[in-house]
């Protein structure tokens, strides 16, 4: 994925205002569990720690701050699909929890729910090949001292590998 890295004080300066303004560009590329029944949606609540979970974030906390993730179904699987995302807030495990708070887990985020074990031996190879949870940081983009950056990064291919099995119809997930 990407990740933003200033090379001055000035520079740092400027992306931080600009990451707790939210004018930063974030897109998001994940593959979760099921079939979301909105194709296209707004996730919006607020974000704190999970009270039973110190590791876990959780839209049912008692204090957060408002966090707000945008969705839209790319593509459909047998149970799962291929979403892409943008933050309008950004906060810590923020798509995550809010895709495990709307019952569609990342795929392989064992914290949140996304943990797979399915009855195709083959996708569970992948699956634990990976490693990971199946969330990728796709796309940043800023303005800069007048200048517009945009940045873009391709699935890595563990990600890549799990998409290309699940479109030739294998496996319920």
């Given at each position: 994925?990407?990740?933003v890295v200033a090379k001055n004080t000035a520079s740092f300066e400027e992306l931080q205002v600009k990451f707790s303004?939210?004018?930063i560009k974030r897109e998001y590329t994940a593959l979760v569990g099921g079939k979301l029944k909105e194709k296209k949606g707004t996730v919006d609540t607020y974000h704190g720690r999970d009270p039973n979970n110190r590791l876990k974030f959780s839209a049912m906390a008692k204090k957060g701050r408002r966090a707000v993730t945008h969705y839209e179904v790319i593509e459909e699987y047998a149970h799962g699909s291929l979403v892409k995302l943008r933050l309008e807030t950004g906060r810590t495990h923020q798509i995550r929890m809010h895709m495990s708070h709307?019952?569609?887990?990342?795929m392989n985020d064992a914290l949140y729910g996304g943990a797979c074990k399915t009855s195709d031996?083959?996708?569970?190879?992948?699956?634990?090949?990976?490693?990971?949870?199946?969330l990728h940081a796709g796309k940043l983009g800023f303005?800069?001292?007048?200048?517009?950056?945009?940045?873009?990064s391709e699935l890595p291919s563990d990600f890549k590998n799990v998409i290309i099995y699940l479109e030739k119809g294998a496996g319920g997930l």
């Amino acid at each position: 994925g990407l990740l933003v890295v200033a090379k001055n004080t000035a520079s740092f300066e400027e992306l931080q205002v600009k990451f707790s303004k939210h004018s930063i560009k974030r897109e998001y590329t994940a593959l979760v569990g099921g079939k979301l029944k909105e194709k296209k949606g707004t996730v919006d609540t607020y974000h704190g720690r999970d009270p039973n979970n110190r590791l876990k974030f959780s839209a049912m906390a008692k204090k957060g701050r408002r966090a707000v993730t945008h969705y839209e179904v790319i593509e459909e699987y047998a149970h799962g699909s291929l979403v892409k995302l943008r933050l309008e807030t950004g906060r810590t495990h923020q798509i995550r929890m809010h895709m495990s708070h709307i019952g569609h887990p990342v795929m392989n985020d064992a914290l949140y729910g996304g943990a797979c074990k399915t009855s195709d031996a083959g996708l569970n190879r992948l699956l634990a090949a990976s490693g990971r949870h199946l969330l990728h940081a796709g796309k940043l983009g800023f303005d800069l001292y007048g200048t517009k950056f945009i940045f873009d990064s391709e699935l890595p291919s563990d990600f890549k590998n799990v998409i290309i099995y699940l479109e030739k119809g294998a496996g319920g997930l």
